[in-house]
């Protein structure tokens, strides 16, 4: 079946610039989640949904990054006033409700460079 | 706070080597723990996982084992293929929660023929 699709698989913008990332995690998956990975970091949480549940926002660095999923199934990251050290691979992953270990299904990342 | 450490890279082995690579955590309670692979071009996979202490994973000749005494979770391989090229995650989360997963940095594998 179909795994977890992000869009773009590439961005290049501008410092200053607003971008948005756009997750489809695998049909089924209330679960939902964002990390970036970048070199200096590593893969960092960012920010997590569970259903019609409010959003575990605990990991995004700044008040530039937000995050929306519509009708709990397609989800959008946006970075307002994007900086150069936002540039990383941003990663979506989604997981089952089954209430055990729920392995997260990761989709391929949005490479986001900010020139 | 919770956190993973994991052997820097890289590491580089001849095909048929073996292959340890270690991972130890610190957290307050027992989390689950996990590794996870990315090959070139690819996105993260599960490669195996163990729930509780003693607990040992295994997945493609890959093994580890969740030691509570060591707080450790090192992944081992007898021998390694030029197909087992590829970034190694280490990671953690809270036993039956659906909360984030927690990273080391990654170690990256060469296998040469």
């Known amino acids: 079946g179909a795994g977890v699709s992000q869009s773009p698989s590439n961005k290049v913008t501008e410092k200053g610039k607003d971008v948005e990332l756009r997750c489809d995690p695998i049909?089924?998956?209330?679960?939902l989640y964002w990390y970036r990975q970048s070199l200096g970091q590593g893969l960092e949480f960012l920010i997590y949904?569970?259903?019609?549940?409010?959003?575990?926002k605990s990991g995004l660095p700044s008040d530039r990054f937000s995050a929306e999923r519509t009708g709990g199934s397609v989800s959008t990251l946006t970075i307002q006033r994007t900086q150069q050290e936002d540039s990383a691979v941003y990663l979506c992953?989604?997981?089952?409700?089954?209430?055990?270990?729920?392995?997260?299904?990761f989709g391929p990342g949005t490479r986001l460079l900010v020139l | 706070g919770d956190s993973v450490t994991q052997m820097e890279g890289p590491v580089t082995l001849s095909e048929e080597a073996c292959l340890t690579i270690?991972?130890?955590?610190?957290?307050?309670?027992?989390?689950?723990l996990f590794w996870y692979v990315q090959y070139p071009g690819e996105g993260l996979q599960l490669l195996l996982k163990?729930?509780?202490?003693?607990d040992k994973g295994s997945n493609k000749g890959f093994e580890a084992t969740y030691r509570k005494e060591t707080t450790s979770f090192h992944l081992e391989k007898g021998s390694v293929q030029v197909s087992d090229s590829a970034v190694y995650f280490c990671?953690?989360?809270?036993?039956?929660?659906?909360?984030?997963?927690?990273f080391g940095k990654g170690t990256k594998l060469s296998v040469k023929p």
């Open positions: 270690n991972c130890t955590y610190t957290a307050t309670g027992y989390p689950s």
């Open positions: 949904f569970q259903g019609n549940s409010a959003p575990d």
């Open positions: 163990a729930t509780k202490a003693d």
């Open positions: 992953a989604s997981s089952l409700p089954t209430g055990g270990e729920e392995t997260q299904y």
């Open positions: 049909s089924g998956h209330t679960a």
């Open positions: 990671a953690l989360k809270w036993r039956g929660s659906q909360g984030n997963l927690i």
